[in-house]
C-alpha cells in the first residue's frame, strides 16, 4: 500500500506556471506507475498525465501537451508535475495517484482503474 500526499498549487495569472509534488510513503515506490489527475465541480475526474515505473513511458492528454511535464525521482518518492503557459481552464483540483500495474501499453485513463489517490491540491488560473 502506498500513501501520496500533493502540494504546490495555488493561485497564479494565466500564463504563468506551477509546480505540482507528490510525496508517497514507503519503500516501493518504483513499483508503481504514477498519474496526474484533475477535477472541477460538476464533472468527472479526467486524466492529466502519467508516467511509467521507470520514467521510461509518458504520456499526456490533448489539453495539456506541450505545456505540462510529468516526471519522477525514485531515490526521492516523488513525482511531479511542471505546468506551464497555465490557462483558465486548467483550474481544477489535481490529483495525484498510483497503480502497480504496468503502463507500458498506454496509460489507466479511467479513475475507477487506479488503486491509491492523494486527498487533491486546488490549483486556481485568473484570467
Known amino acids: 500500500q502506498v500513501q501520496l500526499v500533493e502540494s504546490g498549487g495555488g493561485l497564479v495569472q494565466a500564463g504563468g506556471s506551477l509546480r505540482l509534488s507528490c510525496a508517497a510513503s514507503?519503500?516501493?515506490?518504483?513499483?508503481?506507475?504514477m498519474e496526474w489527475f484533475r477535477q472541477t465541480p460538476g464533472k468527472d475526474r479526467e486524466f492529466v498525465a502519467a508516467?511509467?515505473?521507470?520514467?521510461?513511458?509518458?504520456y499526456y492528454a490533448d489539453s495539456v501537451k506541450g505545456r505540462f511535464t510529468i516526471s519522477r525521482d525514485n531515490a526521492r518518492n516523488t513525482a511531479l508535475l511542471q505546468m506551464n503557459s497555465l490557462k483558465p481552464e486548467d483550474k481544477a483540483v489535481y490529483y495525484c495517484?498510483?497503480?502497480?500495474?504496468?503502463?507500458?501499453?498506454?496509460?489507466?485513463?479511467?479513475?475507477?482503474?487506479?488503486?491509491?489517490w492523494g486527498q487533491g491540491t486546488q490549483v486556481t488560473v485568473s484570467s
Open positions: 508516467i511509467s515505473q521507470s520514467g521510461a513511458y509518458r
Open positions: 514507503g519503500r516501493t515506490f518504483n513499483s508503481y506507475a
Open positions: 495517484a498510483a497503480d502497480r500495474r504496468s503502463i507500458t501499453s498506454g496509460p489507466k485513463v479511467s479513475p475507477s482503474d487506479i488503486a491509491y
